[in-house]
């Protein structure tokens, strides 16, 4: 198949070289603005990484033999496991995102080629506009795994499309898998794909599909349970308030919290856009049904719809991407069908959702140089200057690489400090209890806590950096234990004329 100039082939080489070299001039400027060190743009790809450390050494949290939960993804820590067991370290990220970007890249190029045949100008554009499109460039640099889960997710499509034409592929049966264990929100899609593929009279996956995925539920359910854990992640109940309620029986506030959760997301430019192309979808396959636009619009829309009720949008562009990518690889299959020159078509919605992420993109350096300035500096000085315990508000890169217990006062990396938060909000008690003879400073964000620091507690310094994706541009040091005041003063000391340009550290006398 040739675009004048372009094979089907060649748009997917096309398509991956660009945004492999994207994902390279971003990893050069944000070292180029670190002195030389690869920062990822959240905090959250460090957890995971403190997490797979001990997974190594036969426990499951962040701390020596404390049980914990921080991780939203069954897999993601222990695939980054053996790499860092290989001395990947903070590069194991990146390399399993890279080959997760990749992926999807791939796939989605390839579902386009068709639609560009003969429209060697239609196929310029849709490269670089795919990249956008699915925020392929800036989303690696996560450092999460929501790269290989959008790869999964554009494969489940795929292989529907392939079982409705004929033959189911032997892959299906692995991406179906694949997308719960990678990320929670793939369980929509997963059962909608077993539906579909019972309904195509593919059984046989189906039953191997549907055994796989209770195997792999009861499987999860047991180690959670062996490890005196809840079923979901605290990650998850801290941050999704329907997960939560449904998890506590508490029926009617799962209920408001899944429409307040849809409302929201409807209200976003991607969950718009999302939205009015489903709404497309919908009317081609009831105008005109057919066998594959079936078996790929009706799994789409369900996939959708759950997470408008229970899934979340932005956080850096990374929550809803995957649910971008199926929606443009589904228009990609159906929309050839129905109109012909359908190329030029498609280069709507890919330029529709690709605008939606430029901002990101082009805040990704300065992300990274924020937690550079700000979350790193924080590992530096817990490591390297006051090996003390220390309570903190976010976990990661303090956690990663720090053979110093860590006190997880958010919850993410705590259970009890997830179940006590719940249950009495974060107070002045609370924080005590937490922290008595446990932590001998934190280092927080004052508006996570307001009103609840222990006024005992004496607030020594306070580091100021910028701020893109974090809560706060201004992180306080507290000190807990009064014994050791001179020697964190003269830790402070010795630490301040090592910070980077754009971080600012005030000592404080306390009172």
Not at 75 to 82: D, G, H
Not at 99 to 125: F, I, K, N, S, Y
Not at 279 to 288: E, F, G, K, S, T
Request: charged content about 10%; hydrophobic content about 55%.
């Amino acid at each position: 198949m040739t675009t004048r100039g372009f094979t089907a082939r060649g748009f997917q080489t096309y398509a991956l070289a660009l945004t492999l070299l994207g994902i390279v001039a971003l990893c050069l400027a944000i070292i180029a603005r670190t002195g030389g060190t690869l920062i990822y743009t959240l905090d959250d790809p460090y957890i995971h990484l403190a997490l797979a450390e001990e997974i190594l050494q036969g426990n499951y949290g962040i701390n020596p033999g404390e049980a914990a939960s921080p991780s939203s993804s069954m897999l993601y820590a222990l695939a980054l496991a053996p790499l860092l067991a290989l001395g990947l370290g903070t590069l194991a990220p990146l390399a399993l995102a890279v080959v997760g970007q990749g992926m999807a890249v791939w796939l989605m190029a390839g579902a386009l080629a068709p639609a560009l045949t003969g429209q060697r100008a239609a196929a310029l554009v849709a490269g670089p506009l795919l990249a956008l499109a699915i925020n392929a460039i800036g989303l690696p640099l996560t450092g999460m795994e929501h790269p290989l889960h959008v790869a999964v997710s554009v494969a489940v499509l795929l292989g529907l499309a392939r079982a409705a034409a004929g033959r189911a592929p032997g892959w299906l049966l692995l991406a179906i898998l694949l997308a719960p264990a990678l990320r929670f929100e793939g369980y929509a899609l997963a059962l909608a794909a077993i539906t579909a593929l019972a309904f195509l009279d593919h059984r046989r996956m189906a039953f191997l599909a549907l055994a796989g995925l209770t195997a792999l539920s009861i499987g999860y359910v047991l180690a959670m349970q062996a490890l005196g854990l809840p079923l979901l992640p605290s990650s998850v109940m801290v941050k999704s308030a329907a997960s939560a309620a449904a998890l506590d029986a508490d029926g009617r506030s799962a209920l408001v919290a899944v429409i307040v959760n849809a409302i929201r997301g409807a209200q976003t430019p991607q969950g718009a856009l999302m939205i009015g192309t489903g709404q497309v979808l919908l009317a081609l396959v009831v105008w005109r049904p057919d066998r594959v636009s079936r078996a790929v619009v009706w799994p789409l829309l369900a996939a959708l719809a759950a997470h408008f009720l229970v899934g979340r949008f932005g956080w850096f562009a990374r929550y809803e991407v995957y649910a971008v990518a199926m929606t443009l690889t589904a228009l990609a299959l159906i929309l050839p069908r129905h109109l012909p020159q359908a190329g030029s078509v498609l280069i709507l919605p890919l330029a529709a959702f690709g605008w939606t992420y430029l901002p990101t993109l082009e805040q990704t350096p300065a992300a990274a140089v924020s937690i550079y300035q700000q979350q790193y500096q924080m590992h530096r000085f817990a490591t390297g200057f006051f090996p003390y315990t220390v309570a903190v508000n976010d976990i990661g890169w303090v956690s990663y690489d720090n053979d110093i217990a860590v006190l997880d006062l958010w919850g993410l990396g705590s259970e009890e400090a997830r179940q006590l938060t719940a249950a009495e909000g974060r107070t002045v008690q609370t924080l005590r209890q937490l922290t008595e003879a446990r932590a001998a400073y934190a280092m927080v964000y004052d508006i996570a806590f307001e009103g609840a620091i222990p006024p005992e507690w004496c607030r020594i310094a306070t580091l100021t950096t910028s701020r893109v994706i974090a809560a706060s541009d201004t992180v306080s040091f507290y000190l807990i234990d009064r014994d050791l005041e001179p020697e964190m003063r003269a830790a402070l000391t010795e630490f301040a004329p090592t910070l980077p340009d754009g971080a600012d550290l005030s000592v404080h006398s306390c009172q």
